[in-house]
């Protein structure tokens, strides 16, 4: 046994730290957290000192108690995690759960995984710093207050199985709002002019009225009034400007330009980030600092020098513009600044060299350049056209890397010919376009991480998972939009003419950019209407402030979190007994059969469609959404053909074929078969020949694969992902397996594993009373029999149960029939 027990959060550093530290060190990792609060439970005393009652989780009760033996025979104990407040709250629960001694516990940090930087750690060890500890508790408490309080009001008030969070709710927000900005925006058109000359050399270049005409009377006289005009040069300046090179990466600024640069989803960054910190590659990757050490721009200027020149070197720092900057000291950059590439996997590779390069730019020159601004007069009229031009004189950091923009519309300066004050130039055509002004953009993930972070909502660490839950929740999607065609004029001068053109332009679609949902419209709404301060950016944003300050010791976390909820219960409380169900309803016409309403609203299974009232003596129609078809959007047309489901499209091998909707969407029925209508397709537009491609397609996939045990093995995609069905049981095909091309022995192994551990799962099994208690999820155990099923609370050791207890139990849980007394008449 090693007289040092290391403990870090993650395996994958373990190894790594385990290479730099001798036979006297045994590093072994917590996986995170190894006390958290309960997960069915609020976990806090919120009548009385606020205090947080964390546990261990079950799946690590092994672990702790693995750990609390290694340290009990070491003789120091190095509490190792990350140095921000999460990591630093992993170290208190550590010191706490495995009940370590001050005299032998030492906390050390560092930000990055190399040998100097760990010895350098410890030789300076310190002790828990408990206001970031108090910081990171502020946050957890804070957020599970919002969360338990909120939530079962969503599920009251709005659809069950819904969630409200502090800063996911004020993300949702942001998005619903931009969405609305775009629905309500009035394009408004205007005549862009623009111009293509040629000098006496036969360069071409274009310019342009710096103005737009707002008619097309005002655009086609101008262009009437240049016929026949000479144009040439009136005003010719060239002034020197430069570009500076970007500040290094912080968290979001990472997560920004892997985005626009590599396409990553910032939950994709995160992950590989870690990879690439925790294998010493790179520092911390959470980090609000753009502040290098002087090691790394004493490296970078050699490395500059060594690869590009001595002129290309230029060493700088860099200030925080961020209040508050904690997470860490010392932007994301590479551990080595020599090492320009590693070899790893493909996408690690090419965020490695992403920060890499911004990282060496920062410390490079700054690029010289040459503006030039050209002013073209002409003969017939006073408007004056003007061409930008732009020319790199020293390249500098501009050499290797120029950050990226979230601006799709931005025009680069290109470059001009040679030209001469008054010369005259040839004009090859004048074009007036109709142009629209353009709605604000729909956010993608990077330009939402930008938003909250100038809001000050949140902090690094928590962008990547808040964006992953209102997308998991289905607040809000990654939209398809498709946009709509239009019309616009173009009026072309050439050739001493002027020509009307009418083209055609595709407007408003969009890929891949933040959507919300209906669910997510109607939850923001009920949240704003009845909570507003908890979405407001504002209260957020001072929060936010608040953890910093409890962070530096300036405040007291307790008081914080109790002054709070002394304001906000009382709200919940009220809002749960009094605010109206939220359904999103909207009134869209006169069903013409029954007279009756016909609304889009939000229903149990999700957005719908309904005729009638829900107090009419006749039960409504009811019938689903399909496709990207939304409650704000569907129109009265497109409501009744939803009702012209189920209709029978035709037969298919003496079979009717039907085509209908269910809870899950469109569906056909063929036989006894289900065939899903996939989700980009309009059921209504079916046919027959498409049914019976789609049919075809579920049986080719139904097939059986395999046989095993003389039975066979079919395949399929469902809700959950890829599984295997055998002799009536469904067994989930993890991503361990190439799912399109299984063998024999996955298939052997897959059913023999599902089947141990259906073995596994059972506690007791009274064949003769038909009675069985099973293990389920969480911790929890269910009696069976038959088709009655009893969940038993945590509080019953189910494995001790005896036969009687279990008939007990299920003869209090089954409901009484209740019996009648027949009256008999006196005779």
Not at 165 to 171: A, H, I, L, T
Not at 465 to 482: A, D, F, L, N
Request: charged residues 30%; hydrophobic residues 35%; aromatic residues 8%.
């Amino acid at each position: 046994m090693a007289k040092n027990l290391v403990i870090v959060e993650s395996p994958a550093k373990a190894k790594t730290i385990e290479k730099f530290l001798g036979k006297d060190f045994q590093v072994e990792s917590s996986f995170g957290h190894i006390a958290d609060l309960p997960s069915k439970e609020i976990g806090i005393n919120v009548d009385g000192d606020f205090m947080p009652k964390y546990a261990v989780p079950s799946d690590k009760k092994a672990l702790v108690k693995k750990l609390k033996a290694l340290a009990k025979k070491a003789e120091t104990v190095w509490l190792a995690s990350d140095e921000d407040r999460e990591g630093e709250a992993i170290a208190w629960h550590l010191y706490e759960q495995l009940k370590l001694k001050d005299t032998a516990t030492k906390r050390i940090v560092f930000h990055e995984i190399t040998k100097k930087a760990i010895l350098k750690a410890v030789e300076n060890p310190r002790s828990i710093d408990y206001n970031l500890v108090n910081a990171q508790q502020a946050r957890r408490v804070l957020d599970r207050l919002v969360g338990y309080e909120l939530s079962p009001v969503l599920w009251r008030k709005v659809k069950g199985g819904l969630s409200a969070g502090r800063v996911q709710s004020v993300s949702v927000r942001l998005i619903v709002e931009r969405e609305r900005e775009i629905e309500n925006f009035i394009p408004v058109a205007s005549y862009k002019v623009v111009a293509e000359f040629t000098t006496s050399e036969g360069k071409k270049f274009k310019a342009t009225l710096p103005k737009s005409f707002d008619t097309k009377k005002e655009a086609e006289s101008f262009l009437n009034s240049c016929l026949g005009a000479d144009f040439k040069v009136k005003d010719l300046q060239k002034k020197p400007a430069k570009k500076t090179p970007a500040a290094p990466f912080t968290t979001s600024t990472l997560q920004q330009e892997a985005a626009r640069k590599l396409y990553f989803p910032v939950a994709k960054t995160m992950m590989i980030a870690q990879r690439l910190y925790e294998s010493g590659f790179i520092t911390y990757m959470r980090t609000d600092s753009v502040n290098l050490s002087d090691d790394c721009k004493n490296d970078a200027q050699q490395e500059i020098t060594s690869s590009y020149g001595e002129s290309y070197s230029f060493p700088r720092n860099f200030s925080n513009k961020s209040k508050g900057a904690q997470e860490a000291h010392e932007a994301i950059r590479p551990t080595n600044m020599s090492q320009q590439s590693v070899s790893v996997d493909y996408d690690q590779d090419r965020l490695y060299d992403l920060i890499w390069k911004r990282t060496i730019a920062s410390q490079m020159s700054d690029a010289q350049l040459e503006r030039t601004n050209v002013k073209i007069s002409n003969s017939n009229n006073k408007n004056i056209f003007t061409a930008n031009g732009e020319m790199i004189k020293f390249d500098g950091f501009l050499k290797v890397y120029l950050e990226g923009t979230d601006n799709e519309d931005e025009e680069q300066d290109g470059m001009l010919p040679t030209l001469t004050l008054g010369d005259y130039l040839n004009n090859e055509y004048i074009t007036a376009t109709e142009r629209y002004s353009k709605a604000p953009y729909r956010y993608t993930e990077a330009s939402l991480v930008k938003k909250l972070e100038e809001l000050g909502i949140g902090r690094p660490s928590t962008y990547a998972p808040t964006i992953s839950t209102i997308q998991r929740r289905e607040y809000v999607v990654k939209g398809t939009v498709e946009g709509v065609e239009r019309n616009y004029t173009q009026l072309k001068l050439e050739n001493n003419s002027v020509y009307t053109n009418v083209l055609t332009e595709k407007v408003g679609s969009d890929k891949g950019k933040l959507v919300p949902t209906d669910i997510g419209n109607i939850v923001n709404d009920f949240l704003v209407e009845n909570f507003a301060n908890i979405l407001d950016f504002g209260f957020t944003a001072k929060v936010e402030s608040e953890f910093d300050d409890i962070a530096e010791g300036k405040e007291d976390w307790i008081s914080m979190i109790k002054e709070f909820y002394t304001n906000f219960h009382p709200i919940v409380e009220d809002v749960a007994a009094n605010a109206e169900r939220a359904k999103g309803e909207r009134l869209l016409g006169i069903d013409p059969d029954s007279g009756k309403n016909v609304y889009a609203r939000l229903g149990r299974f999700g957005a719908m469609v309904q005729i009638g009232e829900a107090t009419d003596e006749e039960k409504p129609k009811f019938a689903s959404l399909q496709g990207d078809q939304t409650l704000n959007s569907i129109t009265y047309e497109e409501a009744m053909d939803l009702f012209k489901l189920p209709k029978t499209i035709g037969d298919y091998e003496k079979e009717e074929v039907i085509v209908a909707n269910g809870r899950f969407g469109p569906y056909i029925k063929y036989d006894t078969m289900f065939v899903s209508i996939p989700k980009d397709e309009n059921p209504m537009s079916i046919d027959l020949e498409r049914a019976i491609e789609l049919i075809q397609e579920k049986q080719k996939a139904d097939a059986p694969i395999a046989e095993h045990d003389g039975l066979p093995v079919q395949k399929g995609v469902g809700r959950f992902g890829p599984f295997l069905k055998w002799n009536g049981i469904y067994i989930n095909v993890n991503k361990k397996y190439d799912f399109d091309n299984l063998s024999a022995t996955d298939i052997v192994e897959l059913i023999e594993d599902k089947k141990r551990k259906d073995i596994e799962k059972v506690l007791h099994n009274w064949e003769d009373e038909g009675i069985r208690v099973e293990k389920a999820r969480w911790g929890r155990s269910n009696i069976l029999k038959g088709k009655l099923k009893i969940e038993l609370p945590k509080t019953v050791d189910a494995t001790k149960l005896t036969l009687e207890e279990v008939k007990d139990i299920i003869e209090k849980k089954t409901p009484k029939k209740k019996t009648t007394k027949r009256k008999t008449k006196k005779k």
